[in-house]
């Protein structure tokens, strides 16, 4: 028997389990009588390769093990995709699954009843990704599952580097500095940002928040989302020092970051620019933004986010957070049993061989073979601690007004000091 033949096994099994125990499941809003047609949608930001053909491969097996089941899936940019959501989770007719990031937006869904509560249902996958999971509940329930959990850092282009006569990658702010002098005077752009879309932009400031900042006040301004620590305002002044050493690329301010060629992931992609700060998904993107569909190929590495010298932060901290999905409150019982398939330890394997994230249920770490990607899981796993995405972890309208601050300062129309006060301000108002 193939690989296939005993996917499709297993989840016909589980199908099967899952309809004898359909008249007595609580899970979803509407349940469908067993053998019943169901259809349902699924929303992504899977839009390029290789993870649009991933996700519809999942949803095709799926299907052949669930007869009765249609899935209707739709792929939309990122930006695009977080819009439509919040649209959506408003309306009668959202969609059944879709993409979830966890943290205080997530909270709000939950309070707002959008989400459904699959605890009773995933206890299982709950044990095999263990904390991985915290993102994705909420006062011990569990409202979605992760399927990846990474970090950030900074993708480079070694020939570039090798070019510019760059022979180890930074591991201090000063060093960084260094390398992007020694690519200047090589004619090399140095870094790229996404500015169009606000959040590439105040990704540097939450790194250096994170580099400034203790781990406690970190944690305690999540949860009281009160930002009067001077390490916040440092973050900001490191910041502006770093900005005005001019290391991006002409017209940042109206590039975005994933949309094409021209995008900051294409022009780091098409060899265009020597460094992006970005997320763990920036080898999946970037292979989507190419002719041949490889990206840099051999010539790409990465390095986490350089130390600070002096601050508070713990050099070995890490920023990320993951990427899941969630039910809609509505949502049918076979959304669950899409989101454990999606879970399982072969779906998550084969997800990690795709290069386009780090998997979460154990079993799976050997789908994880690309050089980069074992970098960032074993700085993952070796951090002191991981921090969620600061606008993620602080919620929609403080997160909404931090990255509007960075922005403005990206501009030259803000400081430091404005970034904080942006922030307290829109707490002051939830």
């Keep these: 028997m193939n690989r296939r033949s005993t996917r499709l096994v297993a989840l016909a099994t589980a199908a099967g389990l899952a309809v004898a125990a359909l008249s007595g499941c609580s899970t979803g809003g509407d349940t469908a009588a067993a053998g019943d047609d169901v259809t349902l949608t699924w929303w992504h930001n899977g839009t390029g390769e290789p993870l649009n053909g991933f996700w519809q491969d999942v949803a095709t097996e799926f299907e052949e093990a669930h007869p009765n089941v249609t899935i209707e899936v739709t792929a939309v940019q990122n930006e695009e995709l977080k819009t439509k959501v919040a649209v959506a989770l408003q309306s009668n007719n959202p969609p059944d699954l879709?993409?979830?990031?966890?943290?205080?937006?997530?909270?709000?869904?939950?309070?707002?009843?959008?989400?459904?509560?699959?605890?009773?249902?995933?206890?299982?996958?709950?044990?095999?990704?263990?904390?991985?999971?915290?993102?994705?509940?909420?006062?011990?329930?569990?409202?979605?599952?992760?399927?990846?959990?990474?970090?950030?850092?900074?993708?480079?282009?070694?020939?570039?580097?090798?070019?510019?006569?760059?022979?180890?990658?930074?591991?201090?702010?000063?060093?960084?500095?260094?390398?992007?002098?020694?690519?200047?005077?090589?004619?090399?752009?140095?870094?790229?940002?996404?500015?169009?879309d606000k959040w590439p932009a105040a990704h540097y400031w939450y790194w250096l928040a994170l580099r400034s900042c203790g781990q406690d006040v970190l944690?305690?301004?999540?949860?009281?989302?009160?930002?009067?620590?001077?390490?916040?305002?440092?973050?900001?002044?490191?910041?502006?020092?770093?900005?005005?050493?001019?290391?991006?690329?002409?017209?940042?301010?109206?590039?975005?970051?994933?949309?094409?060629?021209?995008?900051?992931?294409?022009?780091?992609?098409?060899?265009?620019?020597?460094?992006?700060?970005?997320?763990?998904?920036q080898p999946g993107v970037m292979g989507g933004l190419t002719e041949d569909g490889e990206g840099l190929g051999d010539d790409l590495g990465w390095f986490p986010f350089p130390a600070v010298a002096g601050a508070d932060g713990a050099a070995d901290a890490m920023l990320g957070g993951g990427d899941g999905y969630s039910c809609s409150a509505s949502a049918p019982p076979e959304c669950v049993e899409l989101l454990k398939y999606i879970s399982s330890v072969d779906v998550q394997t084969r997800f990690a061989e795709t290069g386009a994230g780090l998997p979460v249920t154990a079993g799976s770490e050997s789908g994880v073979t690309d050089p980069n990607m074992v970098a960032l899981l074993e700085a993952r796993n070796d951090a002191s601690y991981v921090q969620l995405w600061l606008d993620i972890a602080y919620g929609n309208n403080v997160g909404g007004a931090l990255n509007d601050a960075v922005a403005n300062m990206f501009a030259g129309q803000g400081s430091a000091e404005d970034i904080v006060t942006a922030m307290n301000d829109a707490a002051a108002q939830q």
């Design 219 to 281: 944690q305690d301004a999540a949860k009281d989302l009160v930002f009067d620590d001077e390490c916040f305002t440092e973050a900001g002044e490191e910041l502006q020092s770093f900005i005005d050493t001019e290391p991006f690329q002409d017209g940042f301010l109206g590039t975005s970051a994933q949309q094409g060629a021209t995008s900051s992931a294409g022009l780091l992609a098409n060899g265009n620019a020597a460094m992006e700060l970005m997320g763990h998904w």
């Design 98 to 196: 879709f993409q979830q990031w966890g943290g205080g937006q997530m909270n709000d869904q939950v309070a707002a009843g959008k989400l459904l509560d699959v605890s009773d249902d995933v206890a299982e996958e709950l044990e095999l990704i263990g904390g991985s999971a915290a993102g994705w509940q909420v006062d011990g329930k569990t409202y979605g599952l992760p399927f990846s959990m990474g970090i950030s850092g900074v993708w480079y282009n070694t020939a570039l580097f090798e070019q510019a006569g760059i022979s180890e990658a930074p591991s201090t702010v000063d060093e960084l500095n260094d390398a992007v002098d020694k690519l200047k005077a090589a004619g090399i752009t140095p870094i790229v940002v996404g500015a169009k």
